[in-house]
């Protein structure tokens, strides 16, 4: 058996996290202070796929393997607020963003089995290759509301790839499947 497959969804992956620490030996706790710098990303709201499947059918069963393409937006953030030199945060503020839809690879495989008629139960696992990464860059302003010297601070964001595991149940259009419950 060889195909194609186009696929699309809805897939939102959100993370966040303070810096944890102001200096190596001073924590936010210890001063009872605010969180200095935020770093978020994200990844999704939508995805989509391209893919070629090769497999092999016996029966009522198939298994097979696919891989292509894959588009997935995604974004990330940094943000320093706090201007409380008292409390261990910087003497600036900062504020970076950056989103992109990457266009990457895709591999995967599953199984997939014949219930009746036009109907099918399956089930997948595909990896997404996000090795990529953004950077984005801003000019920190002192409490003065003018650029600290030194030029503008980036940061890197890394992005890994997304494991997916699904299971679906399909629907053939036309005809069955092409003898007594089979493929």
Not at 98 to 126: F, H, I, P, Q, R
Request: glycine share 16%; proline share 4%.
């Amino acid at each position: 058996m060889f195909g194609i497959e186009g696929e699309g969804g809805y897939m939102k992956l959100e993370g966040s996290a303070f810096d944890p620490l102001l200096s190596p030996t001073l924590t936010i706790a210890a001063v009872g202070g605010t969180p200095d710098v935020l770093g978020r990303v994200k990844i999704g709201d939508w995805y989509a796929m391209a893919t070629g499947r090769l497999g092999y059918a016996w029966d009522r069963f198939m298994i097979y393997a696919k891989g292509g393409a894959a588009f997935v937006p995604i974004s990330a953030s940094v943000t320093d607020t706090c201007l409380n030199v008292a409390a261990g945060c910087g003497n600036w503020i900062i504020s970076t963003a950056v989103s992109d839809t990457l266009t990457t690879w895709t591999v995967g495989g599953g199984a997939e089995w014949a219930l009746w008629s036009n109907w099918s139960l399956k089930a997948e696992y595909m990896f997404i290759a996000l090795d990529d990464s953004l950077t984005s860059c801003g000019i920190s302003i002192n409490p003065a509301g003018t650029a600290t010297p030194g030029g503008p601070f980036c940061f890197n964001h890394n992005f890994e790839g997304i494991h997916t595991a699904k299971v679906g149940l399909n629907y053939r259009f036309g005809g069955g499947w092409g003898g007594p419950g089979g493929y």
